[in-house]
């Protein structure tokens, strides 16, 4: 990929990343040194890495990101407000461990969620604890004590 090529990817993830996160975290979300990988089937943008970690996936379905845990942690380092659902002590374990995240168990939901939206879920304390896709939107979250808040992807104790 030629210098060109590579300034334009990166604009395009950058400016990718600050529509879906609604706030300008795509340059550091995105340092300059990250690995942008192609897909050779179609030559679109797949897999974002920094140091050989996977920081996101860009889903050709929608154009958005799926982050990786390590994406995550970066997201949370810099915005730890922006799209984050905490949940109560006792069910830390199992988001940690990537399962499913249920409505009754969160204490606060970021209000700029909407259903579809990647989230991270931490705890009381602020510690990441895993990310997901919200299967409600924030409101519906905590106005809902039945059902699934956040299909969790992966979690920290898998990472």
């Given at each position: 990929m030629s210098e060109r090529?590579?300034?334009i990817h990166?604009?395009?993830?950058?400016s990718i990343?600050?529509?879906?996160?609604?706030?300008?975290v795509g340059d550091i979300l995105f340092p300059d040194d990250v690995e942008i990988r192609i897909s050779k089937r179609t030559g679109r943008i797949?897999?974002?890495?920094?140091?050989?970690?996977?920081?996101?996936t860009l889903k050709p379905t929608d154009g958005l990101f799926s982050l990786s845990i390590h994406g995550a942690k970066r997201l949370h380092a810099l915005q730890p407000q922006?799209?984050?659902?905490?949940?109560?002590?006792?069910?830390?374990?199992?988001?940690?461990k990537g399962k499913t995240v249920f409505a009754k168990h969160?204490?606060?939901a970021d209000e700029r969620i909407r259903a579809g939206d990647e989230v991270l879920?931490?705890?009381q304390d602020d510690v990441l604890l895993a990310v997901g896709k919200a299967a409600l939107s924030g409101a519906e979250i905590l106005a809902f004590k039945r059902g699934i808040a956040v299909k969790v992807r992966q979690g920290t104790d898998e990472a």
């Open positions: 090529q590579r300034k990166l604009l395009k993830i950058r990343a600050n529509y879906q996160f609604e706030t300008p797949r897999h974002i890495y920094h140091n050989n970690w996977l920081l996101a922006v799209h984050k659902i905490i949940i109560q002590r006792d069910v830390e374990a199992f988001a940690k969160v204490i606060h879920v931490t705890n």
